[in-house]
């Protein structure tokens, strides 16, 4: 009897443990009783009545990250290529999760392709290859709406790759070879042009130097042709004002010495000898000292007979 009691014991002290439930951080559970929604249970710990009330599910509330597999589809201009996408998604409410839709990630995944289908479907292929954030953008949207009566929020969709036809991509390689092509010409030609510019505006400015250099050496010249001019002058001046002061200075001695006017003939004599300085074949003497050039010649005449 008493090993009954004990057996009996441990069954319910199990049961009791099972009926304990601690739901962790970022977690939720859905409970049912008698297979009908009950409640949803948050973080902490809860009690639950045995073998009526049941955990349908333990709801993951983090965000969640779907990597789907590439998907056929067909653009504008009817080339088909395969695109991957990157779904970012969380619950928000658990209840509508379970009980909204059979298989949420299968349901996101077929909204997925049938929404990147229409996107696409409604752009070329250089506006899809060129328009990632705009597609991304759109299906984000559509998906929110679409998902929101299961409970789920979609944060951010990225499309993950775009993958064109080998031929398609093929040509693109070829055009990114031209381009590439053209803009080294491009630059080629831009280089030379440049080089071309400055050979010639240092050639421009080499031939002002040497004018410049030109200008100024001529203006020296010409400055020092001056000076060396000014400076003669000064000379000649500055001779010609000594001569006229020896002049003066012998004339104010004459008249200092009260010479007469005989002497003063005479001296006016010895000027015109001086002027003519071997050089003249006729002067003319003024009548004022001819007497005296006379009585000149008669001493030198008389001189002359004595010896």
């Not at 998907?71 to 970012?88: A, G, L, S």
């Not at 409970?151 to 031929?167: M, T």
């Not at 001695?253 to 004599?269: G, T």
């Given at each position: 009897?008493?090993?009954?009691?004990?057996?009996?014991?441990?069954?319910?002290?199990?049961?009791?443990i099972?009926?304990?439930?601690?739901?962790?951080?970022?977690h939720?559970?859905?409970?049912?009783?008698?297979?009908?929604?009950?409640?949803?249970?948050?973080?902490?710990?809860?009690?639950?009545?045995?073998?009526?009330?049941?955990?349908?599910?333990?709801?993951?509330?983090?965000?969640?990250?779907?990597?789907?597999?590439?998907?056929?589809?067909?653009?504008?201009d009817n080339?088909?290529m395969?695109?991957?996408?990157?779904?970012?998604?969380?619950?928000?409410?658990?209840?509508?999760?379970?009980?909204?839709?059979?298989?949420?990630?299968?349901?996101?995944?077929?909204?997925?392709?049938?929404?990147?289908r229409?996107?696409?479907?409604?752009?070329?292929?250089?506006?899809?290859?060129?328009?990632?954030?705009?597609?991304?953008?759109?299906?984000?949207?559509?998906?929110?709406?679409?998902?929101?009566?299961?409970?789920?929020?979609?944060?951010?969709?990225?499309?993950?790759?775009?993958?064109?036809?080998?031929?398609?991509?093929?040509?693109?390689?070829?055009?990114?070879?031209?381009?590439?092509?053209?803009?080294?010409?491009?630059?080629?030609?831009?280089?030379?042009?440049?080089?071309?510019?400055?050979?010639?505006?240092g050639?421009k400015?080499?031939?002002?130097?040497?004018?410049?250099?030109e200008?100024?050496?001529?203006?020296?010249?010409?400055?020092?042709?001056?000076?060396?001019?000014?400076?003669?002058?000064?000379?000649?001046?500055?001779?010609?004002?000594?001569?006229?002061?020896?002049?003066?200075?012998?004339?104010?001695?004459?008249?200092?010495?009260?010479?007469?006017?005989?002497?003063?003939?005479?001296?006016?004599?010895?000027?015109?000898?001086?002027?003519?300085?071997?050089?003249?074949?006729?002067?003319?003497?003024?009548?004022?000292?001819?007497?005296?050039?006379?009585?000149?010649?008669?001493?030198?005449?008389?001189?002359?007979?004595?010896?």
């Amino acid at each position: 009897m008493g090993a009954v009691a004990v057996i009996l014991a441990i069954v319910v002290l199990a049961l009791v443990i099972s009926c304990i439930k601690v739901v962790p951080q970022a977690h939720a559970m859905v409970v049912e009783r008698l297979g009908a929604y009950l409640t949803t249970w948050p973080v902490g710990l809860h009690f639950k009545v045995p073998f009526i009330d049941r955990i349908a599910r333990n709801v993951n509330l983090k965000e969640q990250v779907v990597d789907f597999p590439p998907q056929p589809v067909i653009t504008k201009d009817n080339v088909t290529m395969q695109i991957d996408t990157v779904v970012y998604y969380q619950i928000t409410d658990p209840k509508l999760y379970c009980y909204g839709v059979e298989n949420p990630i299968m349901a996101i995944e077929n909204l997925t392709a049938t929404t990147l289908r229409n996107i696409i479907g409604d752009l070329e292929l250089d506006e899809t290859l060129t328009s990632r954030e705009t597609i991304n953008t759109k299906m984000r949207s559509a998906l929110d709406v679409a998902t929101d009566p299961w409970g789920i929020k979609v944060n951010r969709v990225e499309l993950k790759n775009i993958i064109p036809p080998a031929a398609i991509r093929d040509a693109m390689e070829k055009q990114m070879k031209a381009e590439r092509e053209r803009r080294e010409a491009i630059l080629i030609a831009e280089g030379e042009k440049k080089s071309t510019i400055l050979i010639a505006e240092g050639k421009k400015e080499s031939a002002i130097l040497d004018a410049e250099a030109e200008k100024q050496a001529q203006i020296l010249r010409a400055e020092a042709v001056k000076e060396a001019t000014i400076r003669e002058a000064e000379g000649q001046a500055e001779a010609i004002l000594k001569v006229q002061q020896a002049n003066a200075d012998g004339l104010k001695f004459l008249k200092e010495a009260a010479a007469d006017d005989a002497v003063l003939q005479l001296k006016s004599l010895e000027a015109f000898a001086k002027a003519a300085d071997g050089k003249a074949t006729k002067i003319i003497i003024p009548s004022e000292i001819q007497g005296v050039a006379g009585l000149v010649k008669s001493l030198t005449e008389v001189a002359s007979e004595k010896q």
